[in-house]
């Protein structure tokens, strides 16, 4: 029996691995990053899924919704890099693609140097502002925590901005096309950040300063010392230095940065406007119920962003080299991995109440409706996400551009209108209508592309 037990395994695995030798080099690449992302996010969903009733347990539930809307509140500078680095992560992939080994160490170096010179003056300007700010009544909480409250958004900026130039080396990699690497640091970062707490719970009281170190400060040390690894290992080839810095690489880099910047602008305001929306409609306690319920649904998301990830820069490539019948076929199967998603995002929301009971016991009480509201959505992003990936691999993001603009300017105004008829509902509600007209205007591009019959806006 052990026997037949070690031979199966054994031709589960040369099995497997025959199959993902299958195929031109690309496409090995990425079932290679699928593969190693699904084990990394396995460990990092757990890890997360540990974090929220260990947090619940240091901290109380309305201590838990303040940090959750400040860090909102202070994320929507992380979008504030205008772009660079996921313009970066194209210009780099297509260097690399054709050898050009200098002009990747240029574009690197320019987009250190560009990061610093933003953001550094940036969270000087921020911290000697806080102090001024009374943020109790922004966040519309008790009065006693403003104090508390100042000190943990300073620790947040100083951690915040570096993480911001840090992060470069994600980008980095991901040209690289070893995105399951990233996925790999993402997940040290959860794990320092789960030490801390729990350390915290043993021999410190409830602080959302010690909250804010352990989120915003793990993933900083991790960049930090990986950043130093990589620059002088297996990355130095394209180690920053202050020496290729170049004025002409900025404009590279910034023509298609500020695409990107202008598109994030949407992410700010569908996602990190909605604790922000929830708070001033309902109270800080139903902004950590929609996180919980998010977190929970995004599970699934997570894994369907696995098999995303990767395509991104495999796309940039087989763009270059004109491989449009590769293209075609990865979207169709990616196609059939959405299907299968939403499926799973459907029964998730349906067992949802028997899982919270089971992960959270009676610290919150989430209600199906809230979990159903924020599943919809998710199956109409999901698609969304789907075609920009493939999109922003082609780089043809004017368009993505200019309706993502237009769903930031209504995505504020229509929540508040609907939530005067069905409450926080009326954000959701906002949410999937603004992206399913996304979904609708990229899938229509994405085929335009992909056939060769994209012109005008289609093609910019």
């Known amino acids: 029996l052990y026997s037949y037990y070690i031979n199966t395994v054994n031709y589960m695995f040369v099995n497997l691995k025959s199959k993902i030798q299958q195929g031109s080099q690309r496409s090995v690449t990425v079932k290679k990053n699928i593969i190693y992302s699904f084990l990394i996010k396995g460990g990092s969903i757990f890890l997360s899924m540990l974090i929220v009733p260990l947090t619940l347990g240091y901290v109380s539930t309305e201590l838990y919704g303040i940090w959750l809307t400040l860090s909102s509140v202070i994320a929507w500078f992380h979008f504030f890099d205008m772009g660079l680095t996921l313009g970066l992560k194209n210009r780099l992939t297509e260097a690399l693609t054709v050898n050009d080994t200098e002009k990747a160490k240029r574009l690197v170096s320019t987009t250190y140097i560009s990061l610093c010179s933003i953001f550094i003056p940036l969270a000087i300007l921020l911290i000697c502002i806080t102090p001024k700010v009374d943020w109790a009544t922004v966040l519309n909480v008790n009065y006693n925590y403003n104090t508390e409250i100042i000190k943990t958004v300073v620790v947040f900026i100083a951690f915040f901005f570096s993480q911001l130039i840090l992060n470069t080396i994600t980008s980095v990699i991901s040209a690289f096309q070893k995105t399951a690497l990233a996925g790999f640091l993402n997940m040290l970062g959860q794990l320092l950040a789960l030490l801390i707490i729990k350390l915290a719970t043993l021999w410190v009281a409830p602080s959302l300063v010690i909250l804010c170190f352990a989120f915003v400060g793990s993933p900083v040390i991790v960049l930090f010392l990986s950043s130093l690894l990589f620059y002088c290992g297996r990355f130095k080839m394209v180690s920053p230095n202050i020496r290729y810095f170049n004025f002409s690489e900025v404009k590279n880099l910034f023509g298609m940065g500020v695409k990107f910047f202008l598109i994030q602008i949407q992410i700010i305001i569908l996602f990190q406007s909605t604790n922000i929306l929830i708070s001033h409609i309902s109270g800080a306690e139903d902004v950590a119920e929609y996180n919980i319920a998010y977190k929970y649904l995004n599970c699934a998301i997570m894994f369907y962003n696995i098999l995303l990830t990767p395509v991104w820069p495999a796309f940039t490539e087989a763009y270059i080299t004109n491989d449009y019948s590769w293209m075609k076929r990865i979207r169709s199967k990616m196609y059939k991995i959405y299907v299968l998603t939403s499926?799973?995002?459907?029964?998730?929301?349906?067992?949802?109440?028997?899982?919270?009971?089971?992960?959270?016991?009676?610290?919150?009480?989430?209600?199906?409706?809230?979990?159903?509201?924020?599943?919809?959505?998710?199956?109409?992003?999901?698609?969304?996400?789907?075609?920009?990936s493939m999109i922003n691999g082609i780089g043809k993001i004017k368009l993505q551009m200019y309706v993502t603009l237009i769903g930031t300017i209504f995505h504020i105004p229509f929540s508040l209108f609907l939530s005067n008829f069905i409450g926080i509902y009326g954000i959701f509600l906002s949410m999937v209508i603004i992206t399913f007209v996304y979904s609708v205007m990229f899938t229509i591009q994405l085929e335009k592309l992909l056939n060769k019959k994209a012109i005008g806006i289609w093609d910019q």
């Open 343 to 388: 499926l799973i995002i459907i029964g998730m929301a349906l067992v949802s109440p028997l899982i919270y009971h089971i992960w959270l016991g009676d610290k919150i009480s989430i209600t199906i409706l809230m979990t159903s509201a924020i599943s919809v959505y998710m199956i109409v992003n999901a698609w969304s996400s789907c075609q920009v």
